[in-house]
């Protein structure tokens, strides 16, 4: 089956530094999605990607929906201790309705 | 509008109990979802329900039956529970299933002793 691997696995950083992640899947999506999940809450939606080569920017946050359709960033710029949590990436394809979900990236800033 | 929500937040089951979670959401969303979250792993789609009167298995549905009681409530009903099955529970809720973001309750804890 579809298959989404996301890396780093954790990330542990200063304030200020500037963070990048990916996920790469094993078939061509249609649509990308990025997710904070927060402890003891559920994800919440960062951005949103539907077209191949679209870049996407949401504050200090800005993802890129990759030209194969196979892959995805997200960049944080210039971190603050807010940014703490975890990051999904989730792809959606064309044949099937159902979303594939990233391991999820753990960011720690350091203090 | 308080989005999705969802009941218990937390629960402790012996093995063979059973129980049902429950989901509203106040969106008017179309389509209605359930996951379960486990360490290290992304989310897991156990069943979801396109619209009102329909429902679908996803990736893990085994142990787990759903209604879609109307379009606002979707539970997910564990028969006899399994120390398997203890996990964070997520249900999300979208206006159409493709192509569409989702939006996710706050979760219920589950462990299963």
């Known amino acids: 089956g579809q298959q989404l691997n996301q890396s780093p696995q954790s990330m542990f950083i200063q304030e200020g530094e500037d963070v990048s992640m990916n996920c790469t899947s094993s078939s061509i999506f249609n649509t990308w999605l990025w997710y904070k999940q927060e402890p003891g809450e559920g994800p919440v939606l960062l951005i949103a990607l539907y077209k191949a080569g679209e870049l996407t920017s949401n504050g200090r946050l800005t993802a890129q929906f990759g030209i194969t359709r196979k892959d995805s960033f997200l960049n944080i710029s210039a971190s603050i201790p807010s940014d703490v949590g975890i990051y999904f990436c989730?792809?959606?394809?064309?044949?099937?309705?159902?979303?594939?979900w990233g391991a999820g990236t753990k960011l720690i800033i350091k203090p | 509008n308080a989005g999705v929500t969802q009941t218990p937040k937390f629960q402790v089951l012996k093995t063979g109990q059973s129980m049902t979670l429950q989901c509203a959401q106040d969106?008017?969303?179309?389509?209605m979802y359930w996951y379960r979250q486990d360490p290290g792993m992304g989310l897991r789609l156990i069943y979801y329900?396109?619209?009102?009167?329909?429902?679908d298995k996803g990736e893990v549905p085994n142990g787990y039956n759903v209604s879609r009681l109307n379009k606002r409530e979707f539970s997910l009903r564990l028969e006899s529970a399994a120390p398997s099955q203890t996990s964070v529970y997520f249900c999300a809720s979208s206006e159409r299933r493709r192509g569409q973001t989702q939006y996710f309750g706050p979760g219920t804890r589950l462990l299963v002793l």
């Open positions: 329900s396109a619209s009102e009167g329909t429902t």
């Open positions: 989730a792809g959606q394809g064309d044949s099937n309705y159902q979303l594939i």
């Open positions: 969106m008017n969303h179309n389509s």
